[in-house]
Nanobody
Framework: QVHLVESGGGLVQAGGSLNLSCVAS????????LGWYRQAPGQQRELIAS???????NYTDSVKGRFTISRDNNKNTLYLRMNSLKSEDTGVYYC???????????????WGQGTQVTVSS
């Protein structure tokens, strides 16, 4: 059984920082592409940052230069460092792992339960 568990969300003022973590169990983390998604109130879930098995990263434009995705395969943990937070960063943040080293759209996928991030202006 694969489980992904996010943590680190909370309430923060605009301009502040948060560190999200996602711990995985039941999979060999090293060979999986990983991603962080955000679902703002009333919006669809969107991919905001991804990291491949070889640690190549991609970011959506709205978080470039402010968020950093990283992974520690030894700890089976995915991270998202969020700086200079804005009110529009508010939402539920989900981590995703897939059974492919590069393609986050791969059919075999696992999701965490999400962690709430609220940025007050």
């Amino acid at each position: 059984q694969v489980h992904l568990v996010e943590s680190g969300g909370g309430l923060v003022q605009a301009g502040g920082s948060l560190n999200l973590s996602c711990v995985a169990s039941g999979i060999v983390f090293t060979f999986n592409a990983l991603g962080w998604y955000r679902q703002a109130p009333g919006q669809q879930r969107e991919l905001i940052a991804s990291i491949g098995a070889l640690s190549s990263t991609n970011y959506t434009d709205s978080v470039k230069g402010r968020f950093t995705i990283s992974r520690d395969n030894n700890k089976n943990t995915l991270y998202l460092r969020m700086n200079s937070l804005k009110s529009e960063d508010t939402g539920v943040y989900y981590c995703k792992a897939v059974g492919d080293p590069f393609d986050l759209n791969y059919d075999l996928a696992w999701w965490g339960q999400g962690t709430q991030v609220t940025v007050s202006s």
